[in-house]
């Protein structure tokens, strides 16, 4: 069953260039050009390429923090690549979630763990009272493997494979359809990288979401991914299986 299709999806950022030899020239950056893919309900699909060749706008685009320039994204039969992230339904936001590169830049400093995730659960519409939320948050907590007091600790008092697992359980927190990892561990220390790919790789597979799998580490794609999506320069240039892709020619 497919669960995401993107289709001739364009993406051009417009800037103007300053200072004293910009000379207020206009350009157009090309950061996605007739992206046509699809990915199936449980499967991994790797996005590689180079730095700027367009993965993360890609993302974000799904996420809704960027509005596409032409192209259609569906999820199901709804078409989501036009609305942008605040006027999202509770059931579209929890449907395709993001767990982000770095876990720093999206928790809040001054709120507990445990309050971050009930206030996700709230967005999301998830639970009746406060009682089934913190159950809910607790739960959680067990999926990704962390102690249940940690619910009380503020960000700073966790490292950062923790705080990434707490990335994760928001991203999960809400049944998603899609999870898009955009390079999931390579901010984290090396010696937990594996543990934490592990986890993901392992709730991926347990919900049988889909998973768009965003990285420059290609061991590490042909390890997990299901399918790979190579892109350069804006454009998707091959695409195929995992061995298809990793076989010599
Ligand atoms: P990647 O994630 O593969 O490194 P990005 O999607 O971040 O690539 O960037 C693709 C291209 O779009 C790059 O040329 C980048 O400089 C440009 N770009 C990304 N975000 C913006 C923005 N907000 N404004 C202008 N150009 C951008
Ligand atoms: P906030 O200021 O965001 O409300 P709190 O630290 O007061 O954050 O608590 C956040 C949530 O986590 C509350 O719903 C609370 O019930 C729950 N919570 C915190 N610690 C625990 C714990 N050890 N066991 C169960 N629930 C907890």
């Known amino acids: 069953e ?3 299709t993107v289709k001739d999806l364009k993406k051009y950022y417009e800037v103007s260039t300053g200072g004293p030899f910009g000379g207020g020239r206009h350009l157009t950056i090309k ?3 007739a992206i046509t893919m699809d990915a199936r309900e449980a499967e991994t699909v790797a996005i590689v390429g180079e730095s700027g060749c367009g993965k993360s706008t ?5 996420l809704g923090l960027e509005t596409l320039t032409a192209g259609t994204v569906m999820l199901g039969d709804k078409e989501i690549g036009h609305i942008d992230v605040g006027d999202r339904d509770s059931k579209t936001l929890a449907s395709v979630q993001m767990v982000f590169q770095n876990p720093f830049d999206t928790l809040n400093p001054s709120q507990s763990v445990g309050g971050q995730i009930v206030r996700t659960l709230e967005k999301f519409k998830i639970g009746k009272t406060v009682a089934d939320r913190t159950e809910r948050m607790l739960e959680l907590l067990d999926l990704v493997k962390l102690p249940r007091e940690f ?6 008092q966790l490292s950062g494979g923790q705080k990434q697992r707490i990335g994760i ?5 809400g049944e998603p359809k899609v999870v898009v990892a955009d390079e999931p561990v390579s901010a984290l220390d090396v010696s937990v990288q594996a543990a934490v790919t592990e986890l993901l790789m392992d709730i991926q597979k347990y919900s049988r979401t ?3 799998f965003i990285s420059h580490d290609l061991s590490v794609v042909r390890y997990l991914a299901d399918r790979v999506v190579v892109m350069y320069l804006g454009h998707i240039v091959e695409s195929g299986s995992t061995e298809q892709i990793f076989s010599p020619p």
Do not use: C, G, Q, S
């Open 210 to 212: 889909t998973m768009l």
């Open 2 to 4: 497919v669960v995401l």
């Open 151 to 156: 619910a009380k600790r503020m960000p700073r």
């Open 31 to 33: 950061a996605n050009e």
């Open 169 to 173: 359980a928001r991203a999960f927190a």
């Open 58 to 62: 890609l993302a974000k685009i799904l």
